[in-house]
């Protein structure tokens, strides 16, 4: 059984967790914490620190020399009584680099630079990623080792996370980082399971919450690390350690945008990929949508007219509109949630009712009829064949180029006619089309008037390039 939390008051026994990384079960080491003396390096006026980088050190190519003092990413020195050597990150490059850029994706709501990149003698946070507890004259079995201190940060922190421990799992090397620097900023272990803090096994991958957490989950035999009763349940809740950092519970992202100020998380690519906008559909019709994140996607949503129809958590982001839709024009929104609790929505209008023959069918005289869908017409903003140099100029969110001029498009079926006069269905490859203007696809719709001649299929092929729209 791995170490549990420790204070500089002892070490107590652990318990198991179950590895987010495989099917495999590991135990999960609990880490130590060494109390400091509160007293970090002031604050700015603004109330954040008044340095951002957190360096992660993978002490390769031949370990990493760490020194007896106090804990000092600059000195690399530690609470040791002689000096020792860390070994090196022991899995290969792939692991490594999965773990730099799970600690980026943990750590992009704040403003904070993670770096492998040793900053030397400037100010900055560390974590060793490296070695075993026992390269450090500790007892094997410790995932990771930190300064703790209700000081509002621990300044120029050292701290560790013993990587061999971790059987190659990159969500727990990751997950363990993260809660030991986030020690140095007063923060306690927390019950949430969801989030880098706590003890409790979770399935995916752990985030920094934004919500006030109950303190807790290190309690062995009804007492905290530092020895408080225990309550709740499962005898796993406690005051928070810090309560004058972060009050009687703690809120993770609150404290660390406080410090550091508020990054900027990449948000979902999502989009709906049926039915297209303007389709002419029934009650019931599908919607099918996609979306990405490097986060990972927590959940998506349906709604219709603005109103919420169904939540899906995993893939295919398949849905059914309601049954009961009126004839009209319907707006049809998809918006997907990535790991951070960050959106992103892609919306189109479809219309209950016979698809559409002629312009004049639509319901709105901008819009044309291409494939029996009513879309924004020539001569209107973002509507078809107006220029464009990016997807958010164009009301279907498609702009495409041809290597000398770029256009707002829509899809269209090849051979079929579907395009409005002055337009042609132009082959794009992989089995699409797009009403291009001025091309002549043969069914007589398209023309050279404007254009100069009509557009070289060839020319095309070579150079075409889709650049699609991303939604807020």
């Given at each position: 059984?791995f170490r549990h939390?420790?204070?500089?008051l002892?070490?107590?026994a652990g318990?198991?967790?179950?590895?987010v990384?495989?099917?495999?079960t590991i135990?999960r080491p609990?880490?130590?914490?060494h109390w400091?003396p509160?007293?970090?390096?002031?604050?700015?006026p603004?109330g954040?620190?008044p340095?951002?980088?957190?360096?992660?050190?993978?002490c390769?190519?031949?370990?990493?020399?760490v020194?007896?003092g106090?804990p000092?990413?600059?000195?690399?020195t530690?609470?040791?009584?002689?000096q020792r050597t860390l070994?090196k990150?022991?899995?290969d490059?792939a692991t490594?680099?999965?773990v730099v850029?799970c600690m980026?994706?943990?750590?992009s709501?704040?403003?904070?630079?993670i770096?492998?990149?040793?900053?030397g003698n400037?100010?900055?946070?560390?974590i060793m990623?490296?070695?075993?507890?026992t390269d450090l004259g500790m007892?094997?079995g410790i995932?990771?080792i930190?300064?703790?201190?209700?000081?509002?940060?621990?300044?120029?922190?050292?701290?560790?996370d013993f990587?061999?421990v971790?059987?190659g799992?990159?969500?727990?090397?990751?997950?363990?980082a993260a809660q030991?620097i986030?020690?140095?900023f007063?923060?306690?272990?927390?019950?949430?399971?969801?989030?880098?803090?706590?003890?409790?096994?979770?399935?995916?991958r752990r985030?920094f919450?934004?919500a006030?957490e109950?303190?807790?989950?290190d309690c062995?035999?009804?007492?905290?690390?530092?020895g408080g009763?225990c309550?709740g349940t499962?005898?796993?809740?406690h005051?928070c350690?810090?309560s004058?950092i972060?009050?009687?519970m703690?809120?993770?992202t609150a404290i660390m945008?406080g410090?550091f100020?508020?990054?900027?998380?990449?948000v979902?690519?999502v989009k709906i990929?049926?039915p297209?906008?303007?389709?002419?559909?029934?009650?019931g019709f599908?919607v099918?949508?996609t979306?990405?994140d490097v986060?990972?996607i927590?959940h998506v949503?349906l709604?219709?007219?603005s109103?919420?129809v169904?939540?899906?958590r995993t893939?295919?982001y398949?849905?059914?509109?309601?049954?009961m839709l009126?004839p009209?024009?319907?707006h049809v929104?998809v918006t997907a949630?990535?790991?951070?609790n960050v959106?992103?929505?892609n919306?189109?209008d479809?219309?209950?009712g016979?698809?559409?023959?002629?312009?004049?069918?639509?319901?709105?005289?901008t819009?044309?009829c291409?494939?029996?869908?009513?879309?924004a017409g020539?001569g209107?903003?973002?509507?078809l064949?107006?220029?464009?140099?990016?997807?958010?100029?164009c009301?279907?969110g498609?702009?495409?180029?041809?290597?000398?001029?770029?256009?707002?498009?829509?899809?269209?079926t090849?051979?079929?006619?579907?395009?409005?006069p002055?337009?042609?269905?132009l082959?794009a490859g992989?089995m699409?089309g797009?009403?291009?203007?001025?091309y002549?696809?043969?069914s007589?719709?398209?023309?050279?008037t404007?254009?100069?001649g009509?557009?070289s299929?060839?020319l095309?092929?070579a150079?075409?390039v889709?650049s699609?729209r991303r939604?807020?």
């Amino acid at each position: 059984m791995f170490r549990h939390a420790a204070w500089i008051l002892g070490v107590v026994a652990g318990v198991s967790a179950t590895s987010v990384a495989s099917a495999e079960t590991i135990d999960r080491p609990r880490d130590e914490l060494h109390w400091q003396p509160p007293t970090a390096a002031p604050l700015t006026p603004a109330g954040t620190v008044p340095y951002n980088t957190i360096y992660l050190n993978s002490c390769r190519p031949n370990g990493c020399l760490v020194r007896p003092g106090n804990p000092d990413g600059r000195a690399d020195t530690w609470q040791i009584n002689s000096q020792r050597t860390l070994t090196k990150f022991p899995y290969d490059d792939a692991t490594w680099n999965a773990v730099v850029d799970c600690m980026k994706d943990t750590f992009s709501p704040f403003n904070v630079n993670i770096t492998t990149t040793d900053p030397g003698n400037a100010n900055h946070f560390e974590i060793m990623i490296a070695g075993s507890p026992t390269d450090l004259g500790m007892s094997n079995g410790i995932g990771g080792i930190s300064p703790f201190s209700c000081s509002t940060y621990i300044d120029n922190s050292l701290v560790f996370d013993f990587a061999a421990v971790w059987q190659g799992s990159v969500e727990e090397m990751c997950s363990t980082a993260a809660q030991e620097i986030a020690h140095s900023f007063a923060l306690d272990h927390t019950t949430v399971a969801s989030d880098p803090l706590t003890y409790f096994p979770y399935s995916k991958r752990r985030y920094f919450q934004s919500a006030p957490e109950q303190c807790g989950s290190d309690c062995v035999n009804g007492r905290s690390p530092s020895g408080g009763t225990c309550t709740g349940t499962n005898l796993q809740n406690h005051p928070c350690a810090c309560s004058n950092i972060t009050g009687t519970m703690q809120n993770p992202t609150a404290i660390m945008t406080g410090l550091f100020g508020v990054g900027a998380p990449v948000v979902p690519n999502v989009k709906i990929t049926k039915p297209l906008s303007g389709a002419a559909v029934q009650p019931g019709f599908s919607v099918i949508a996609t979306a990405t994140d490097v986060s990972g996607i927590d959940h998506v949503e349906l709604r219709v007219d603005s109103a919420l129809v169904l939540t899906v958590r995993t893939m295919p982001y398949v849905f059914n509109a309601p049954a009961m839709l009126t004839p009209g024009t319907h707006h049809v929104e998809v918006t997907a949630y990535n790991g951070h609790n960050v959106s992103s929505k892609n919306a189109i209008d479809v219309i209950i009712g016979q698809p559409c023959v002629k312009p004049a069918d639509c319901p709105d005289a901008t819009q044309t009829c291409v494939g029996g869908r009513c879309v924004a017409g020539p001569g209107t903003q973002g509507g078809l064949g107006s220029p464009c140099t990016m997807g958010t100029e164009c009301a279907s969110g498609n702009c495409s180029s041809d290597g000398t001029n770029s256009y707002c498009v829509e899809s269209c079926t090849l051979g079929a006619g579907e395009c409005p006069p002055s337009f042609g269905c132009l082959d794009a490859g992989n089995m699409m089309g797009l009403c291009w203007p001025g091309y002549d696809d043969g069914s007589g719709g398209g023309c050279a008037t404007g254009t100069g001649g009509p557009i070289s299929l060839g020319l095309v092929f070579a150079a075409f390039v889709m650049s699609r729209r991303r939604k807020k």
